[in-house]
């Protein structure tokens, strides 16, 4: 059983069926599923959320300064992550939006020992604003937060995904899914689980990561349970 766990979500489990944009239906569902799971198990959650439903730095920003993109897309991280404490309170759970930008009339700075307090307190604490620096992904944010807040683990929610293939099951039928890895491995076959910079954090400091299907029932409460669920990374 985990004692604290740092989720990473990308910013399309809020959009809908147009992947775009933020679905106050579908924010609404994957809060209950997050809230559901989390019930009773005494674990202690933070959420890092993805911006990728609403500007992705360097795709929608062609043409811009990178850095002004990237901080865009910081923005975006922002929005979802006050639509999802909004979806998760009026499911019942308490929650803190801690952000990397400052913006204090929505929502509070991260500050780490807080951050670490709300959660003693049974809060889920949502991070936005990623690291609050551009040319980084929110992977690396998840990696930063969960190694800062001593996080046991970092899980990696997909959809439709059961975890880590050695080829695309999309494309190759034969595709054979891994359950156990280690980190040079992932690096070494160039295995799709996050990105180098958020990879390599975690191999350095020894962080296990578990890539999971967040949408197979039951999944995300197993995983907090400490069942073996997906593809483990670990060193
Ligand atoms: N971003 C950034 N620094 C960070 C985190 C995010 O500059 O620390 C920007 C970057 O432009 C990125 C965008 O925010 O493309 C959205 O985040 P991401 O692509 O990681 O979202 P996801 O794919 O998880 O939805």
Redesign the pocket.
């Known amino acids: 059983m985990f004692k604290r766990v740092l989720l990473k979500l ?3 489990f809020l959009a809908g069926e147009s992947g775009f944009g933020i679905s106050p239906d579908t924010t609404a569902q994957l809060a209950h599923l997050i809230t559901g799971a989390l019930e009773g198990t005494g674990v202690e959650l933070a959420i890092v959320i ?4 609403l ?4 795709r929608n920003g062609k043409g811009m300064d990178a850095a002004t ?3 865009i ?2 923005l ?2 922002v929005m979802n992550a006050m639509a999802l404490q909004d979806a998760m309170e009026a499911a019942g759970q308490p929650t803190r939006v801690m952000t990397a930008i400052q913006m204090a009339a929505v929502a509070e700075p991260y500050i780490r020992r807080r951050a670490i307090r709300h959660m003693e307190k049974g809060r889920v604490v949502i991070f936005g604003g ?12 998840a990696t930063l937060r969960a190694l800062e807040i001593g996080a046991d683990v970092v899980l990696m929610a997909k959809n439709k995904v059961d975890g880590v293939y050695d080829s695309d099951p999309r494309k190759n039928p034969d595709a054979r899914r891994l359950d156990r890895l280690t980190h040079i491995e992932v690096v070494e076959r160039r295995l799709e689980v996050m990105d180098a910079t958020a990879l390599t954090l975690c191999m350095d400091r020894g962080l296990p990561i578990v890539v999971f299907d967040l949408f197979e029932p039951g999944n995300l409460r197993r995983l907090l349970m400490g069942e073996r669920v997906g593809t483990l990374i670990q060193s």
Request: charged residues 15%.
């Open positions: 990308s910013g399309e993805g911006g990728g439903n500007w992705r730095g360097a993109a990237d901080y897309g910081m975006g991280t990623g690291n609050g620096a551009p040319f980084f992904t929110t992977d690396t944010t």
